[in-house]
């Protein structure tokens, strides 16, 4: 019987006489095995003359995982689920050549005493969330960009602190757990001409920090924030949009269609496709319906009427028409948690579908420059904008009247709206609005039921013009 050939990252003291190497081993840019070589006795102990630690391999035996290895692997996966709606790139692990990837490596680092013991740590640190980000972003972007030596990199995009610490601490704790050689990236943060490995940690935790603060931000909307730092490559911020880009292609959400509309939301497991048409007033029966079936956890039934109410109404109405009301009478009765957590992927997707209508002529500004209490009404708000055929950006830690300059003169934004306080600008615009949080919720809310040939929402929105303050 042939056995079956299984990828793998392995440490290289476990590597067997007739294991396949599966891609290119370099040594500071020098090829010493081509992939598709064989390995034997002697080609194994030249890997370990040049301190090479890790090697993707085809082996012939499968390799059974110990219980805390098993555990380790379990909680890593539940992490990056946990994150899905905010972190993007979850989805990327139905590519089973990615998954092998970190899986492999993961393992293949828990057989090492010193990394095992730290990684078990950082399994119950609140930091974990942000490690795992960290590692498996930088991981698959290493990858896509031929970084030499990857596996045995790759490690300290999992271990390096995320909080600041004192350099000493740093470089003693990577010394003490075998990983004095890749003491330099802990100075990511401010290396002036970083080599590729640090430009990925920079690259990733940037993009980390981004959806952190937004979980709304659009990809191009970061994909500008970061070429505007100008301090990457073309190259890599390529890679990295194309690696994000494939998991977005991947992901479960709303496919767009001239006809019909498919719903396949996290909240919504079951897919089916639906045609459009009318609905004159919120079908408030169909929709306490919904809520029943989300609270006892029957989800077919609940697709079966977000189906319904999705087809009696075109999607510049579905916020208005449906979102909302469901909002109030979730605030009326006094819903669990989960419940509203249903409602609020039931909001993300629909934004996201509102986002694939196409780009307009006229542009708006969404800047954020205070912490909400209720950051789903901006997607409202986003949501509600694009209906008035507005292209929006929403770009995250916009403060000064400067940074505001700038962006409304790079996107020719004829629209800014601030959330919070409004700093005096130059020249204020035509339309330049500043609302706090309890008047968005008013003025977001007084729109539920209402369809968008009906409620005018520029001209409700003219009410918070700075133009209108100032003549008053």
């Not at 020098?30 to 034997?40: E, I, Q, S, V, Y």
């Not at 006094?334 to 992927?345: C, G, H, M, T």
Request: with cysteine; proline share 3%; charged share 25%.
């Amino acid at each position: 019987m042939q056995l079956q050939l299984t990828k793998a990252y392995r440490h290289v003291n476990v590597l067997s006489s007739g294991d396949i190497i599966c891609e290119n081993v370099k040594d500071e840019k020098k090829l010493l095995l081509r992939a598709g070589r064989k390995l034997t006795d002697r080609l194994i102990y030249l890997l370990k003359l040049h301190h090479i630690r890790y090697v993707y391999v085809e082996q012939s035996l499968p390799h059974q995982y110990d219980v805390e290895t098993r555990t380790f692997l379990t909680e890593f996966f539940k992490m990056i689920r946990a994150n899905n709606e905010r972190n993007r790139y979850a989805h990327l692990f139905l590519n089973k050549e990615y998954s092998c990837v970190i899986q492999t490596l993961l393992a293949a680092y828990l057989q090492d005493n010193r990394l095992r013991e730290e990684m078990q740590h950082l399994m119950h640190d609140q930091m974990f969330s942000q490690a795992v980000e960290q590692f498996s972003l930088g991981t698959l972007l290493a990858k896509r960009m031929g970084m030499e030596r990857l596996g045995d990199t790759a490690i300290a995009y999992l271990l390096i602190p995320c909080e600041a610490l004192d350099d000493t601490y740093l470089k003693g704790y990577f010394e003490r757990i075998g990983l004095a050689h890749l003491s330099h990236i802990l100075k990511y943060h401010c290396i002036e001409q970083p080599t590729l490995d640090v430009q990925i940690l920079q690259v990733v935790h940037t993009y980390v920090t981004m959806t952190r603060e937004n979980s709304m931000i659009s990809l191009q909307e970061i994909y500008h924030l970061m070429h505007e730092q100008n301090r990457w490559s073309n190259e890599l911020l390529y890679h990295f949009r194309e690696l994000l880009e494939a998991g977005e292609r991947k992901k479960e959400g709303f496919m767009q269609s001239t006809q019909t509309t498919t719903v396949a939301t996290q909240a919504l497991p079951v897919r089916t496709t639906i045609t459009l048409c009318k609905m004159e007033s919120p079908d408030y029966e169909r929709l306490l319906c919904l809520l029943h079936y989300v609270v006892e956890e029957q989800y077919e039934q609940a697709t079966t009427y977000v189906q319904e109410l999705l087809a009696k109404s075109t999607p510049a109405d579905w916020l208005t028409m449906i979102v909302m009301p469901l909002k109030q009478l979730i605030e009326a009765g006094a819903y669990a948690p989960a419940v509203e957590r249903f409602i609020d992927d039931l909001l993300i997707s629909l934004l996201k579908e509102l986002r694939l209508h196409g780009e307009q002529k006229n542009v708006a500004l969404l800047i954020i420059n205070k912490k909400m209490k209720n950051p789903q009404l901006l997607a409202l708000l986003e949501g509600i904008l694009r209906t008035q055929k507005l292209t929006v950006y929403r770009p995250p830690f916009i403060k000064s009247a400067a940074q505001i300059e700038r962006l409304k003169e790079h996107y020719e934004a004829q629209h800014i709206i601030v959330v919070g306080h409004a700093p005096q600008l130059a020249t204020n615009p035509k339309h330049y609005y500043e609302l706090h949080e309890n008047q968005l919720a008013s003025l977001l809310y007084s729109l539920a039921g209402e369809r968008i040939r009906d409620y005018a929402f520029m001209k409700k929105l003219d009410r918070y013009n700075m133009l209108q303050t100032e003549k008053n």
